[in-house]
């Protein structure tokens, strides 16, 4: 199964308000995480990463949290707008032996609300 | 350029055609990648090209058959579909396979095989 997962897979939050979209992981070892943003009709669009050496790393109105204690990722957007609608995936980078490839979480739906 | 180009964006195929999906990208990534993704599902790694080498095939049924005829292009080659392999696909770089750098997708080629 996928290592990378998420809590809730749809997320409505009224314009303006700080939105909260969680991830857990199971692959301790993961050294890179990635947030991507996709919007209907679109591929996937990098938001932000972190690395495993920090805990938490801000972007334009986007913050990723990262708790390595139990495993959990967050994105946090502020002050919500409309064009935030979209899925929002996050996806790990867990080491291997061969050429890398992220892993994807089963992603999460952001409705804004009017 | 910060773009990776996908063409066509929608492609309509009988299931004994023969048709190629395209991918460029000028950002001088070495590591191509596609990806099948279905509706509201998180992209499927299908192959992963490493400096114009395919370093992973994820099991994929030889009905697709990719090509990277320089470091700029990946084509996917297309033959004998079934309608089940209708979906985005969507094509992917970085600047190396080492993924630690997150990848830059193109908006995908949505293709339905009737």
Redesign the interface.
């Known amino acids: 199964g996928e290592s990378v997962g998420l809590h809730l897979p749809t997320l409505s939050v009224q314009e303006g308000d700080n939105s909260i979209i969680n991830c857990a992981y199971s692959n301790s070892a993961s050294d890179y995480f990635i947030w991507y943003k996709q919007e209907s009709g679109k591929g996937p669009q990098f938001i932000i990463d972190i690395r495993s050496n920090m805990d938490k790393r801000q972007g334009q109105r986007v913050t990723v949290l990262l708790n390595k204690t139990v495993k959990h990722l967050s994105l946090q957007i502020a002050a919500t707008q409309p064009g935030d609608s979209a899925v929002y995936f996050c996806a790990e980078n867990p080491p291997m032996n061969r050429d890398d490839k992220i892993i994807f979480g089963k992603g999460t739906r952001l409705h804004i609300l009017p | 350029d910060t773009e990776?180009t996908?063409t066509p964006k929608h492609l309509v195929m009988g299931m004994t055609n023969k048709k190629s999906l395209k991918c460029e990208q000028h950002m001088g990534h070495r590591?191509m990648?596609w990806y099948k993704q279905k509706a509201?599902?998180?992209?499927e790694?299908m192959f992963?090209y490493?400096y114009e080498k395919l370093?992973?095939n994820e099991s994929v049924p030889s009905r697709f058959s990719p090509e990277c005829p320089n470091s700029s292009l990946l084509n996917l080659h297309l033959h004998a579909l079934q309608p089940e392999d209708s979906a985005l696909y969507?094509c992917?770089s970085s600047q190396d396979?080492?993924?630690?750098y997150?990848?830059?997708?193109?908006?995908?080629t949505?293709l339905t095989v009737v």
Do not use: D, E
């Not at chain 2, 396979?97 to 630690?100: G, Y």
């Open positions: 990776v996908q590591a990648y509201k599902k998180p992209p790694l992963v490493s370093s992973i969507l992917a396979s080492r993924a630690n997150g990848y830059t997708f193109g908006s995908g949505r």
